[in-house]
């Protein structure tokens, strides 16, 4: 059983606002494990609940490939932990820090293997509904993604999103389809991880996000109204039919983008191909 004084803290690896991320050594066993524990604070009952709801979905979503494994779940002393498989990768974000834009092959593989990622998911009824550079790690040897962070995925098939301030909201507004920002009387459903994917190939294509705003709610109207700059015209040369996929994912309207991942999968893949 894995027990929390049994453990040593290696590195934090990321603290928010009611959880902290922890890389650390389990004595008994000297293996590795990242930790996701909630902070002692006047919301602690609801980090704990989102801990148990991300547990439980990990659980569900333990045979899908590409997802970061749940290893188990410890309450104590009024503290709850989720304990996660260790994989010595890296995020996404840093890689694009690195690198800036990435090469037209490599960008698509990467695009490829996350919407096979969320074809797994969302044929599990998991929409993810934070999908960005932060929640992937990659495998350059094996061009693999692994999606992290299920805090606050949802097993609906659509959702009700209700209109609130931008630092209400959950999920990040630069990834953020425009259903999910509550301001379109529209449910959610699993087409807002495809518009999310769109914005993550568009950052891998062009090095940059499409809409760059800072200002909370100018980046909501970006997302609402305003056009996605052409590939064509950030990056000489670029190929037409790679970026009539990336503008199908950030179209405004759900129905206006592809309905499934699974047809995404297949022209990202017949683009590798060509």
Known sequence: MLRLHDCLPVETLHQGADTIVRLIKHVPTDD???IKMSIPMAHHPRAIGRLIHEHQLLVKLADVPGVVRARGFAHEGGQAALWLEYR?????????????????????RVALDLSRVLEGIHAKGVVHKDVKPQNMLWDEVQERVTLIDFAIASELSEEATNAAAPEALEGTLAYMSPEQTGRTARGLDARTDIYSLGVVLFELLAGRRPFVE???LSLIHAHLAKPV????????????AVARIVERCLEKHPEKRYQTVNGLS????ECLRR
């Open 266 to 269: 297949a022209d990202l893949a």
């Open 214 to 216: 800072t200002d909370p």
């Open 229 to 240: 700059p052409p590939l064509e015209g950030l990056v000489p040369g670029f190929p037409p």
């Open 88 to 108: 010595s990768l890296c995020s996404l974000d840093r890689i694009l820090a690195k690198r800036g834009r990435l090469p037209l092959p490599t960008a698509l």
């Open 32 to 34: 590795s494990f990242v």
